[in-house]
């Protein structure tokens, strides 16, 4: 059976699903450094076996994002520190929270916090979060949601739009 308008539907649907993942993200507000959105990839739809595979990848740090964490129990390996002195070196970041804490950095100006501001920042953001865990901002949850109930109807109409194609492909052989 050819499946091109399964894969076409699936496709569109990949497509749909990322734009609305984006703009989920600019919704909840997730996206400071930009890295996130950016990560956003749409890997090619693949046949294995009878099984396809639609994919959305990004960036590992989405599950904290989207599921939020609960305060650390059993003490932490400092990768959250480490994690937020990264995140805290992106001047977009800085310039985002720079009024939130003092004085601000700006991407125009060139202007970017001191290691030690980083580390300092870091260290209290990650004691912070290691006390009370962070809330989630589901904009992952929320777009596969809405996306989840027009998914069926588009799929079965596809199907049945390529079995038709394969029943009129295999009448015209017969006829030959």
């Known amino acids: 059976m050819q499946d091109r308008k399964l894969i076409e539907t699936l496709n569109e649907f990949q497509q749909e699903y990322a734009l609305l993942i984006e703009q989920k993200m600019v919704e909840k507000k997730v996206n400071a450094s930009g890295a996130l959105s950016e990560s956003v990839a749409l890997p090619k739809i693949s046949l294995l076996g009878q099984v396809y595979t639609m994919q959305v990848t990004m960036l590992d740090y989405w599950k904290q994002v989207d599921g939020g964490r609960g305060p650390t129990t059993g003490g932490g390996d400092g990768a959250v520190r480490r994690n937020l002195e990264k995140w805290l070196s992106y001047q977009s970041v800085q310039a985002k929270i720079g009024g939130q804490s003092g004085r601000t950095a700006t991407k125009s100006s060139g202007e970017g916090w001191s290691a030690t501001r980083i580390k300092q920042a870091a260290f209290f953001m990650a004691r912070k979060i290691h006390q009370r865990g962070t809330k989630a901002k589901p904009f992952l949850s929320e777009a596969a949601a809405e996306m989840r109930p027009k998914l069926v109807p588009e799929i079965t ?20």
């Open 157 to 176: 109409k596809a199907v049945k739009q390529d079995i038709i194609y394969t029943i009129d492909e295999i009448e015209k052989a017969l006829k030959k």
